[in-house]
């Protein structure tokens, strides 16, 4: 039910987990869901069930961070470095890595699966090999604690968050850094950025919920979007979300105002199109299907939910 306001009140599905959900994804099918909760817990959903297909224990304590890798795999961390990677179909533990990365901020996966990148609160940035978990490169450059990481889909750079008041865009291979993009909002860094579809271009979303889009090549920025809530602003880090639809026509940001907002904005127009209120308690999270027709939240509530988003056609 969309009010005048804009606002998607009810969601299209409600998957209830035991513990807080600290993050949820689609399968690369956009047909299960796959939910992370505060027990350690993965949980596998169809969209027409209110149990889970399938349930498996990852970890023993909410201190950890899950993340959907090649194939159907799921790599989970510690914030010691402590990763395994799971078979997300079958709840089998795959492979056990020791990485040597401590008080880890930010994880992310490389698309072939073949790279993990770590961020630390130390401001370690570090790229690793999957298979085997031996360094591969170290990029240096930033001057504070690190809030997030991510590849670019084509798997050739990666984009990081800092206190230090800048995104930065590196050379995945060679850690070589490309671009420093820094915002003038009087606030202490970017919480969070992605790169879009094509890798051309980079959203970040600053503590002071404004989120721009950068060129990827030059730096040069192209867009930016404000809430209308003036006052609104964003915590750092795990609980801020920012994704563009594999589509390349929306993003969705969550976190702002008191950590209850989720919005759709357009890309071309920077226009929020669509806030979605369903939740009782902050959101940890927000992302696209990979068809790009739905959203799927997760939050401190102990649900997931999903969003049809077809309707914007």
């Given at each position: ?10 969601s ?8 807080p ?13 796959i939910?992370?909760?505060a ?5 596998i959903?169809?969209?027409t ?6 349930q ?5 304590s ?5 993340r ?6 799921l790599v989970?961390?510690s ?9 997300a179909?079958?709840g089998?533990?795959?492979a056990?890595?020791?990485l040597?990365?401590l ?11 073949h790279k993990?990148?770590?961020?630390s ?12 978990g ?9 001057e504070d604690i690190?809030h997030?990481?991510a590849?670019s889909p ?7 968050t ?9 050379d995945a291979?060679t850690?070589?850094q490309?671009?420093?993009?820094t915002?003038?909002d009087?606030?202490?860094g970017d919480s969070?950025?992605a790169?879009?579809?094509?890798s051309r ?7 002071a919920?404004?989120?721009r ?14 809430f209308p ?6 915590n750092?880090?795990?609980?801020v ?15 702002a105002?008191?950590g ?5 904005w357009e ?8 806030t ?13 299907s990979?068809?790009a ?17 077809r309707f914007?056609?």
């Amino acid at each position: 039910l969309l009010n005048r306001m804009g606002a998607l009140q009810f969601s299209t599905a409600t998957f209830r987990t035991d513990e807080p959900a600290l993050n949820a994804w689609f399968s690369p099918a956009s047909d299960h869901i796959i939910t992370a909760d505060a027990r350690g817990d993965i949980s596998i959903w169809s969209p027409t069930e209110r149990d889970p297909l399938l349930q498996f224990e990852v970890a023993d304590s909410s201190s950890y961070l899950a993340r959907p890798s090649a194939a159907g795999a799921l790599v989970v961390m510690s914030e010691f470095g402590d990763t395994g990677v799971w078979d997300a179909a079958t709840g089998e533990q795959l492979a056990e890595l020791e990485l040597g990365v401590l008080g880890v901020a930010d994880f992310a996966v490389s698309a072939d699966g073949h790279k993990i990148a770590t961020a630390s609160l130390f401001g370690d940035v570090q790229v690793w090999d999957a298979a085997t978990g031996d360094e591969l490169v170290a990029l240096v450059g930033h001057e504070d604690i690190m809030h997030s990481i991510a590849f670019s889909p084509d798997d050739q750079a990666l984009v990081t968050t800092s206190s230090d008041g800048t995104a930065r865009v590196w050379d995945a291979s060679t850690g070589e850094q490309r671009l420093v993009l820094t915002h003038t909002d009087g606030h202490s860094g970017d919480s969070r950025a992605a790169f879009s579809p094509d890798s051309r271009f980079v959203a970040t979303l600053s503590t002071a919920a404004v989120v721009r889009i950068w060129d990827a090549m030059t730096g040069k920025q192209v867009n930016q979007f404000t809430f209308p809530d003036e006052n609104a602003r964003l915590n750092f880090g795990e609980f801020v979300g920012l994704a563009f639809s594999a589509d390349g026509r929306y993003l969705v940001t969550s976190g702002a105002e008191n950590g209850l907002d989720v919005s759709v904005w357009e890309v071309a127009s920077g226009t929020r199109v669509l806030t979605l209120e369903n939740h009782r308690a902050e959101i940890n999270s927000a992302g696209f299907s990979p068809d790009a027709l739905h959203v799927v939240t997760t939050s401190q509530d102990g649900t997931a939910q999903t969003w049809d988003l077809r309707f914007l056609d």
